[in-house]
């Protein structure tokens, strides 16, 4: 069945440093990739997704590219700011309508 | 952005009670899914309804859940006899006809005592 293995967290970065949280995926034809955040006490935004091979996904200076190749979506930003502090979750979709499966999680805290 | 809305946004409720959870999910979206986040765990898939049944179900889904669309807007997750692990977040989430992506609600926090 698919499935989704994302790093483990905590992931600790100072303001302004770079950001890769790594994920990697398993399914069956040609999945959607999506990363999802979860910010405190809040419900699951949708931050960027990529619907094929080689696309970019990106939102608020977040990318990460569809790599079929790696089965691969890792998550990157070249600047991550305290307000990024929150939980990513790397997740796909079979296509369709097929349920969405997501990874563990992996929660980001920036410090100033 | 459409949203989906979920009621209410936390619950308590004693073990062995009954509990219903509510949503709207856009309007003119056409599946509708259940998710349950245990508190710092992964958002796991409990089922997926679409033409008034349901498309596929987890092992999670057992015969103390049920789910049902009473009005054509509403779509509700009833849970007949809560245990303590029971206790989590749950997601609404729907999806239109193209099904680019699914739209997730707020949740609800359920808690179990």
């Known amino acids: ?37 979860q910010y405190p006490g809040e419900g699951l935004q949708l931050l960027l997704k990529a619907t094929k091979a080689d696309d970019k996904g990106s ?22 700011q305290v307000s990024d502090s929150a939980v990513y979750f790397c997740a796909l979709n079979s296509g369709g309508y097929q349920k969405v499966t997501f990874g563990t999680g992996t929660k980001l805290q920036v410090i100033p | 952005e459409p949203e989906v809305t979920q009621t209410p946004s936390h619950q308590v409720t004693q073990m062995g009670q009954e ?23 992964k958002v796991e898939f409990l089922v997926s ?4 049944e ?24 009833k849970i007949r006899s809560t245990k303590l692990e029971d206790s989590a977040m749950y997601f609404c989430a729907s999806t239109d006809r193209g099904a680019f ?3 997730f609600g707020q949740g609800t926090r359920l808690t179990v005592v």
Not at chain 1, 64 to 80: C, M, Q
Not at chain 2, 49 to 52: S, T
Not at chain 2, 62 to 76: A, L, Y
Request: charged share 20%; net charge negative.
């Open chain 1, 1 to 37: 069945g698919d499935s989704v293995t994302q790093m483990e967290g905590p992931v600790t970065l100072s303001e302004e440093a770079c950001l890769t949280i790594n994920c990697t995926y398993t399914a069956t034809g040609y999945p959607s990739l999506f990363w999802y955040v």
């Open chain 1, 59 to 80: 939102n608020k200076g977040f990318e990460a590219t569809y790599r079929k190749e790696t089965t691969s979506f890792h998550l990157e930003k070249g600047s991550v």
């Open chain 2, 19 to 41: 509990v219903i959870l509510r949503c709207v999910p856009i309007s003119n979206h056409l599946y509708f899914y259940w998710y349950r986040q245990i508190l710092g765990q």
């Open chain 2, 49 to 52: 309804f679409y033409n008034n």
């Open chain 2, 54 to 77: 349901i498309s596929e179900k987890s092992e999670i889904f057992d015969d103390q859940f049920s789910v049902e669309r009473p009005d054509g807007s509403n779509f509700t997750l």
């Open chain 2, 101 to 103: 992506r699914a739209f």
